[in-house]
């Protein structure tokens, strides 16, 4: 097992994926003894962002933590989420401000 904790500085997910959670710690993220990464958007308005997989092959898991999203054609309100997988990519699309934590995991 592994404990850890952080703060992080809301700033780095402004419109942007913040790296939370890794398998080595890149980014300054905080480690886990898994094949996962785990990552935090705060997003503006009609902002689009896209996500890619930081390893060929895993999926994701996408949450609206806050807010309303669009992805991959399919609406997220507040507490909404979807699993995707075998895709290298996706775009997410904020309907209003929104929070969103992405898991990246294998799907295989």
Not at 24 to 50: C, P, W, Y
Not at 64 to 72: N, Y
Not at 79 to 95: L, Q
Request: hydrophobic content about 35%; glycine content about 8%.
């Amino acid at each position: 097992p592994r404990y850890d904790q952080k703060k992080f500085a809301e700033e780095g997910r402004k419109n942007n994926f913040q790296l939370v959670v890794s398998n080595d710690g890149r980014n300054d993220s905080l480690m886990i003894h898994q094949d996962a990464f785990l990552s935090l958007v705060e997003l503006d308005t009609d902002k689009n962002i896209t996500y890619k997989n930081y390893k060929e092959g895993n999926g994701i898991f996408v949450i609206a933590v806050e807010g309303e999203i669009t992805i991959e054609g399919e609406n997220l309100k507040r507490r909404d989420a979807i699993g995707i997988s075998e895709v290298d990519s996706v775009e997410i699309i904020a309907k209003g401000k929104a929070k969103v934590l992405v898991i990246e995991v294998p799907m295989r």
